[in-house]
């Protein structure tokens, strides 16, 4: 069995009601809070995290000069805390570029006022943060919706973003598509997987949006897992931790997430989740921030990785 080895998080949510159970606790977070978050991940088994953005709907979640209007957090540079503490612990981070102003989809064009800010945060990113060797690489928080292949102008948008960001910063790119379901594995499909200029490729299994039964996993992730052999690129998953309810986001059955667990474990190189923050936390946390039965899914599923490991 594969353990969850990599987790998204975000200093706020980007989507209405969705993070409604930890955005009013994330905003009160204090440098010393975001470290023993960071620390509780990695107790978890997180070594690779992915901040979904470092500002959202025309304000920053740190100090810059490309966008100069802040969120008001009580932490005046989480992104520093988080860094910081990611270096201490030996994790990796990936730091998002997107959802610079509103609305947080721009489409793929790598041109225009709004694009151009992918541009100048990745010079400032990697000019303020780049010492930190957690630092490991840029995540793409504009995904691609896949209708059986990639959008090409999705391919241009990476490649073009890529190629920028690996001159200036971190050398790693990742990726995280969602139309998982309907990919063909055919010839052009493979020849799209090698021209893209992103290192990992983590789908989104869509379970958790409800587009996707887990009876369907195991052709979805077998036929990811050839395409991915041709092409020679790693293949990685993005499993989906939570169940909607109205609009906002609960942890969802450990029963649900275990057969996630399992069918993915066969297939791929990695298994990230979207995501802890919000859905796993620990019991008796001093750092809470999620759902009330967050403390449940997370106990649950120490439990039965703590199980696989003694079959």
Known sequence: MMPI????????????????????????????????????MVEAG??????MSVALHGKTFYPSTVIKERWNLVCPDPLEAVLKAADHLGVTVYIGLGFFSTPIFHGFGNEGDASRYRFEFAHELAQKYGHHRSF????????????Q????????YVNTLANHCRKIGPQQVLIAPFGTRTIVADDKFVAQLRSLEADYIAYQDEVGVNKTDVSELDGIWSRLREAHDRAGKPLWADVEIFEFHGKVLFPA????????????????????????????????SKVHAGHPTSPKLYQDY???MQASRQK
């Open 46 to 51: 997180m070594d690779t995290l992915i901040l």
């Open 302 to 304: 120490m439990d039965f």
């Open 136 to 147: 490991n690489g840029w995540y793409f928080p504009v995904e691609a919706a896949i209708d």
């Open 5 to 40: 080895s990599g987790t998204w998080f975000d200093f706020h949510h980007p989507n209405p009601y969705e993070g409604d159970y930890w955005n009013s606790t994330t905003d009160q977070f204090s440098a010393e809070d975001w470290n023993l978050k960071i620390t509780e």
């Open 253 to 284: 059955p450990i029963e649900r997430v275990q057969k996630q667990l399992e069918v993915a474990s066969k297939y791929v190189d990695k298994i990230l989740c979207y995501q802890y923050l919000g859905m796993l936390n620990k019991p008796n």
């Open 149 to 156: 292949y990639y959008p090409e102008p999705y391919i241009e």
